[in-house]
């Protein structure tokens, strides 16, 4: 978990609002990836971000999802218009690297989205 | 079907005792395993990873892939209570990203 970086840790959005949640990689990290956890669930892959690239995108609902990762600057998961379905733990994983068995990507501690 | 399967527990032992914690998968692709263990509130934190069939052995932990039957096990020897955890089996196609697929997650409590 060393140096990934997550914030809000906490969120609470009322329904039709909008959630923003920042990921700040481990230093020299350029690739970012997003996973979604409900409760009782494993991890469930969202989008996979190189810098200023979404390089991977299939496990991200087709509406109201976004992400990003500029040049400058963490990468942003943005819901609009939340649900209360939307309510889980997001987390953010980051590597130097894209593959090979030995750059596992290191988790941050997640934001924990509640929608009321 | 779900790619991954994993019994979600709880399971509970006492202290001491040796764990094994098991996954089945469905994809012939999968060539990268991995553990990740889990505390309550916070990030996973990877435990083992390995990409070959046979044993992997770190401390008290062992990992074993047998490609043949889909199966990865999880073995702990000399539980203690702070490996009280959920504990995350995933795997992924060797291919360039970390579209990783996890399991459910077994939740394990260790006694005193």
């Known amino acids: 978990n060393a140096g990934v970086m997550q914030n809000p840790r906490h969120l609470v959005r009322r329904r039709g609002q909008e959630a923003r949640l920042r990921c700040s990689p481990v230093k020299g990290h350029s690739h970012v990836y997003w996973y979604r956890q409900l409760p009782e669930e494993g991890l469930k892959f969202m989008v996979y971000l190189q810098k200023e690239n979404i390089i991977d995108e299939s496990g991200m609902p087709k509406e109201r999802f976004s992400a990003e990762f500029p040049k400058e600057g963490p990468s942003i998961l943005r819901i609009q218009q939340v649900v209360r379905g939307d309510s889980a733990a997001y987390f953010c994983?980051?590597?130097?690297?894209?593959?090979?068995?030995?750059?596992?990507?290191?988790f941050g501690q997640g934001t924990r989205l509640t929608v009321v | 079907q779900k790619e991954v399967e994993q019994d979600p527990g709880p399971l509970s032992v006492p202290e001491g005792a040796i764990v094994s914690l098991n996954c089945t998968y469905s994809n012939s692709a999968f060539q990268y395993f991995m553990w990740y263990r889990q505390y309550s509130r916070k990030g996973p934190e990877l435990l083992m990873y390995?990409?070959?069939?046979g044993n992997k052995e770190d401390g008290r932990f062992t990992a074993q892939v047998d490609k043949s039957s889909k199966y990865i096990s999880l073995f702990i020897r000399d539980s203690q209570p702070s490996d009280s955890a959920t504990y995350l089996c995933?795997?992924?196609?060797?291919?360039?990203?970390?579209?990783?697929?996890f399991g459910a997650g077994t939740r394990l409590f260790v006694k005193a």
């Open positions: 995933a795997m992924r196609v060797n291919t360039g990203g970390f579209k990783t697929i």
């Open positions: 994983a980051s590597s130097p690297t894209p593959g090979g068995l030995n750059t596992e990507a290191f």
């Open positions: 390995t990409y070959s069939s």
